[in-house]
DNA sequence: ATCCTTAAGTGGTTAGACCTCTTACCATGA
DNA sequence: TCATGGTAAGAGGTCTAACCACTTAAGGAT
């Protein structure tokens, strides 16, 4: 049953092209605003060949990263200013060290995101917030368990507010998010925060009262900036 | 000065392909949950080459339109549950026609974002922001010169809201927006109206107020929504 | 009936050639 | 002298035709 591949799995070259150039570029070996290499060049370097390397490039280019135009160099992007939330996952899918330090601005953003799409779900489909709720009052009182328990509670709020928009914006969070929530639900107080903010709003669809919803929904959202400040203070203690 | 092309730029084959794969898709028929046809197949139905067309499957792959896997058929998936933000910018660049019915979607989430990163910046960057909307005053009362105006404002205000994230996801708006704001600012009275807003913000910055550069942006969101469906409704009256 | 081999079909990658666009240089001519 | 326009180099864009690697399911051995 799955059991951790021993082995890393081998990186296939285009997977690992775009890593390598994403470093590059992260680590000021491309500079923002500097060009790259011509691909011919570039793929003698990265050890592929063009139509590998121009397939990274394209996946890059649509998240932001860098910019192609014809004829022209290929320029690095300012991806902060000029990105879209494909930077985000594309960073947490490929740095395999570190916990990025802009998790707080991610949850500064869910502040505001998540009380409006759970009071429309409230709103829309208390019966089946309600429901999906019933189960996480004998959650196991595990990281994991919390983080995928979490994610899915989110991602199903989003889609009972009827607002896809709401969806498509917390999905480009999905991969940050699952570095983010192992660390965060490490934390025991964290786990047990989320408890009762389970239950509250459990409570809330229940008495179909969207106000009440959304207000415990922001409460937990701010609350959970500090218990994130303590969770990445106390990495390595290994409170579980 | 730029004079509005007079032949539409010959399309080029990869942007072609994409724009018939995705319009494949949103007609049905590539229903979400089917396969596509295998690649050498498809690339003959298009009449591009494989790697032309794997370049324009690997970018909408990474929009969240298809997963691919190596040794499988490739799957369409439903871009609105699993897709990102990207999909927002695709749909706007590739459908020609029609004003999407999503944008009070858009507008619904931006009532939620605005006035948290107007704050921000406000908090942050007080002059920056008072400078900037001194032109404001001035502003051409036509619907092109309003709507560049208009996102080059929430655009700076992410930016200064010191809050790289809210700059993603607007960036993500990017191309709906820019077809939105020409239908919305068609309206005068929505001109008329962002006018007050944009000389109410410049006030609460230059007086250091956060909470009232909060309020009067989110207030202005929310009647951006009204303003909009008299915009729709009165389109091809030709109301300027 | 079960397991394992195997072949067919899929996406992944390679290689090298040719086309098109942009730029900079430079000869030309007002 | 300066503007014009031709030209060549170099960038990205596309094509061609193979071969590699993974997945699946059919079919044979046990």
Redesign the interface.
């Known amino acids: 049953m799955n059991e951790e591949n021993r082995w890393d799995a081998v990186p296939k070259p285009a997977e690992l092209t775009e890593t390598r150039l994403i470093e590059a570029i992260l680590d000021g070996h491309f500079p923002v605003g500097s060009h790259l290499p011509a691909e011919r060049e570039l793929a003698v370097q990265l050890g592929v060949t063009r139509?590998t390397l121009?397939?990274a490039l394209?996946?890059l280019a649509?998240?932001?990263w860098i910019e192609i135009r014809h004829g022209r160099h290929t320029r690095v992007r300012n991806y902060?200013?000029?990105?879209?939330?494909?930077?985000?996952?594309t960073i947490a899918r490929h740095k395999n060290h570190a916990p990025p330090d802009?998790v707080p601005?991610?949850l500064?953003?869910r502040?505001?995101?998540a009380?409006?799409y759970t009071r429309a779900a409230v709103e829309r489909k208390p019966d089946h917030v309600a429901d999906l709720l019933n189960n996480y009052t004998t959650l196991e009182d595990a990281p994991q368990t919390f983080a995928t328990a979490d994610w899915d509670l989110h991602r199903q709020l989003t889609?009972d507010s009827g607002?896809?928009?709401?969806?498509?914006?917390l999905?480009?969070f999905s991969d940050l998010y699952g570095n983010m929530a192992l660390i965060y639900f490490s934390l025991v107080e964290a786990r047990a925060r989320s408890r009762v903010f389970y239950q509250d709003l459990r409570d809330a669809a229940l008495s179909n009262d969207p106000e009440a919803a959304e207000s415990v929904t922001r409460q937990m959202m701010i609350e959970s900036l500090d218990l994130w400040q303590v969770a990445v203070e106390n990495l390595g203690g290994g409170e579980s």
Chains 1, 2 share one sequence.
Not at 80 to 89: A, C, F, S
């Open positions: 139509p121009r397939e394209q996946r649509r998240d932001g902060w200013r000029e990105g879209n939330l494909g930077v985000l996952g802009f601005n991610l500064e953003v502040i505001s995101l009380p409006a889609i607002n896809p928009v709401f969806t498509l914006i999905n480009g």
